[in-house]
């Protein structure tokens, strides 16, 4: 074994073997893998294998679309062939007309990858699949491309090929601890020796935390037990005369696949379990746990319904092993949060089928610190302290119970709530609030008109839209007061403040005392990094000169990581997280200058408190920074409150607002009001697949300013042109509002993509933002884009359509 290594990769599953072959594949060969026992003796070798290209997400969708192409490769290698069962096709069924509506969208999102989906009807499905009942069943998605493959012989092909390549692998290999150094290069300690290493990746499975451990960290991370069973040859598979197709039902919580003359039947038991919660034996490996059909009886009876031939047929073999979860049932793949020169890849509960695209997409951020796709869906840094292992178990029993019944939008699932409140959560929801939730903070999604109202979940407009209009309607014509909980607040301070904010933002920082600014961070290859306010706070007893960085709820990890790993060791600024000691109240509207200034002491005049201006003040007895920003396009005000004093302010500013006719309001009327005014959200509309002159921002860029990070790289792409704008559709529909995702097109095919989507209630139109190819962006343009299903008329429209003068916010 080398003693040393560029990069060394801690497990030898699916996870481990795709991240060792992409970084050879990238050009680093100087890598190595060290694995416990054998390759693939973890989850991996009991995996049910199923490749299918059906993903929520883009940006999943292309990474299977990556290992569908991988793994054909590898079956079609002479020297070394995979076992790889490409294109039985398969079918996930559904009995609800908001499930085929989810599969209509799906159909949208995946064609504007390249992949074609279809929407099939019930007796489609039984046509395609002689096995199945159409008995409660409205239809299904069909994916010509499903099929399975063979772990071991895949992770084998993987660790070859990146052998040939110049790596290492070490079977047989315990890793006994992780040493860090200043310089945050890595000792790796082993039974067989140290290897120096410039980088460190935990590939661990379902042993990721006690790799964790050595490196100091705790993964949201947990396992489940999951039982599927092989049975005897079924004679109507015999007759069928093809492969029958894969089948996902998410009415019986089952799966099934041909394997040899019958079926692999897989279950999602109500009556689930985790597994290793209180450690895991160090013998456990190529292990099982115990079989428990028990457990799946009433799974299985669903399944008999489906599938009558299974009641003719017996049982040759079960299989009941872990498989690992997160929060949200996407994996953990890249930078670990507050770590150097650590990533993983870890939380494959689909590895398999997904393991091909991990690998790569890691091994591009390894190698060139950014992948082609935004890989925010499956970064490590989407959760933040609330993350314990308490708590993924806690969702993965949840997700487990729901494994294919997808999320509807504004769907919040109740387990693990709540996770994070502010002393005005309970208060709020005794008013009448649904609360959903933004990185486990509890937040006002709407008001409820009545204690018995309900939403009917789907992807059409409910019973909601009137309760948003109305909301929206209190805040543009008079006053309106809402609790954003959450947002990510740092502080910022030290004589170079200014200087190293300047080097990171790529327009003016605002550097005027008691003045706010928007800036934009890109990464090294131009690409929007991340989206800042600025907020320039005078010393006062509370503190000396400062700068509050904030950002989007989600950010916190992410945004840190970016600004410690550009900190000079000599530059003199400190940054000190305020992201859960703060939160704020948002009080907007043309009457909310008047209710600001009878709870609070003071000149708000325009002239003494102007747009963008910051202020620190007490709201009644409760004392605030107040920022002169908004973000639904009318006047408003930012007020931030530590929570200790938190509900004191709110009391104030009820109390005032009473006499101006103050109503409460929710998140889904910030986005309404969003979309009129142009106002983009990070990681729906702001991503590093673009730069900020494709996403309309090139009035936050100033390349003349000096050196930024990315200004290079952008300069770049401003020579070559755009390959992509962001625009603004009004869309020719009033049933239902596009969704991310959606594909937009012309007659020549599908030119861009819709990022976000919400009607405006102001304005009266049904709104998309969506990136489309630069012929396809002038204001007039007529496009379509797909609404579940339909191909609905739609143009593009100028930013802003709601006060694009911006008077109202400056009024």
Known sequence: MRDQARVVIIGGGIAGCSALYHLTKEGWSDVMLIERDELTSGTTWHSAAQVTNFGMTQTMIGLKSHSIALYKELRDDPEYPVGYNYGDGGIRLANTEAHMDGYRHFVSLAAGMGVDFEVIDAEECARRHPLISTENLLGGLWDPTDGHIDPAQLCQALARRARLAGAEVNRHTPVTGLTQHADHTWTVHTKKGDVKAEIVVNAGGYRCNEIGAMMGVSHPVASMEHQYFLTEDIPAIAEAGHRIPLLRCPISDYYSRQEKGGLLVGFYEQDCRTWGMDGIDPKFTNDLCPDDLDRVMDVLEGAFARMPALMETGIRSIVNGPITYTIDGAPLVGPIPGKRNAFCIIGLRAGLGEGGGHGWLLAQQIVHGEAEYDTWVIDPRRFTGHASVELTALKAIEDYQNEFRFHFPHEHRPAGRPMKTTPLTSLLAAEGAELGTVNGWERV???????????????????????????????????????????????????DVHSFLDRMICGRVTKKAGRVGLGYLLNHHGMLKAEATIANIPASERGPDRVWYGSAAASEF????????????????????????????????????????????????????????????????????????????????????????????????????????????????????????????????????????????????????????????????????????????????SDAPAHAGASVKTAAGIVGTVTSAEWGHRTGLNLAYAFVTPSSSEEGQELTVDILGQSVPAHVIAFAPYDPKHERMRA
Request: net charge negative.
């Open 445 to 495: 999604d709407y008001i409820k008109p009545s204690p018995d109202f309900s939403e009917t979940l789907g992807f059409r407009f409910n019973e909601v839209h009137p309760v948003v209009a109305s909301e929206v309607k209190a805040v543009s014509t008079g006053v309106g007061l809402c609790e954003v909980s959450g947002f990510n607040r740092f502080e910022l301070t030290g004589t």
């Open 558 to 733: 992410h945004d840190m990581d970016w600004l410690n790993l550009h900190l000079k060791p000599d530059e003199d600024v400190t940054i000190r997280s305020l992201t859960n000691a703060q939160t704020i109240l948002v009080l907007a509207g043309p009457k909310s200058r008047d209710v600001l200034s009878a709870a609070a002491r003071g000149d708000w005049s325009k002239q003494a408190f102007p747009w963008l201006s910051v202020r620190e003040a007490y709201i009644g007895i409760a004392p605030a920074t107040v920022l002169g920003v908004s973000f639904s396009g009318e006047l408003a005000y930012e007020i931030h409150v530590p929570n200790e004093s938190l509900a004191a302010a709110y009391t104030a500013l009820r109390k005032a607002g009473e006499q101006h006719g103050l109503q409460l309001f929710g998140a889904r009327a910030v986005d309404s009001m969003r979309l009129e005014k142009g106002f983009l959200h990070w990681k729906a509309d702001i991503l590093t697949e673009f730069d900020p002159l494709e996403t309309g921002l090139d009035r936050f860029v100033t390349l003349d300013k000096g050196d930024f990070i990315g200004r290079e790289a952008l300069m770049q792409r401003v020579d070559a042109g755009p390959k992509r704008k962001l625009v603004t559709l009004a869309i020719d529909a």
